[in-house]
């Protein structure tokens, strides 16, 4: 085996390889800071890829739902601690129930001013992902949309001038044609198949997963939606 001993010159290449690491061994990436330190969902500085979605009661501006999807080039412990950071100088209280924290993975459970909230982080392709998600209770019971507590509430209509039905969980609802007005209905927590049909025909046939204190849509030509 062959050493380096005092006053041994190494190949220059091997000099730019240590002067390299040793260059990377010495720098630390600056902290993560929000981009918009006012907005109600941060997002991290460095994110590269962020997006807001949102969903809406007809006649009603305010969201009832607001969801961040981001990723960032940080560790997961760097983003969960930015995100606990800043969500609590917006009025984020987090809770217990259902939290977990890994080195992969970590979910958050938060009270916000204005509902609840709801975090997913998670490692992939050397970036943590972001799932970040505000409720606005007070829009939801405006709306009609609210579900009773332990329940969770499916809302479905047609827009179509012929009447349809809604088949699930045991029993067949008439939708009335006609103008769009939504019917709603409660339901405990789980997976329900159902069917949508008009005209005697089968117009949808899928599976709508309901979580308490959620509430979500049903069209005759999309997936099952969270609404709230």
Known sequence: MATAGRG??????????????????GCSQ???????????????????HSSYSTSHASGIEVPLRIELKAQVPAELSDVLAFYRAELAKRGWREKPDGAMVAADRALLVFASPKGPGMMTLDRAKGETTIDLV???????????????????????????PNAASLVI???????????????????????????LRAWGLLLRADTVTLAAGEASGLSDDKKPSQIY
């Open 30 to 48: 600056e902290p993560l800071t929000a981009a918009d330190p006012h907005a109600d969902l941060p997002v991290p500085t460095r994110a590269s």
């Open 134 to 160: 505000q409720r606005n209770t007070e829009t939801a019971a405006k709306a009609n949309f609210l579900p009773t507590p332990g329940q969770a509430r499916l809302i479905f209509g047609y827009l179509r």
């Open 169 to 195: 969980n045991d029993q067949t609802i008439e939708i009335a044609g006609g103008e769009n007005h939504p019917q709603v209905l409660d339901l405990p927590p789980g997976t329900y198949p159902y069917e």
């Open 8 to 25: 041994t010159k190494l190949p220059a290449r091997w000099r730019l390889l240590v002067c390299g690491l040793m260059l990377l061994s």
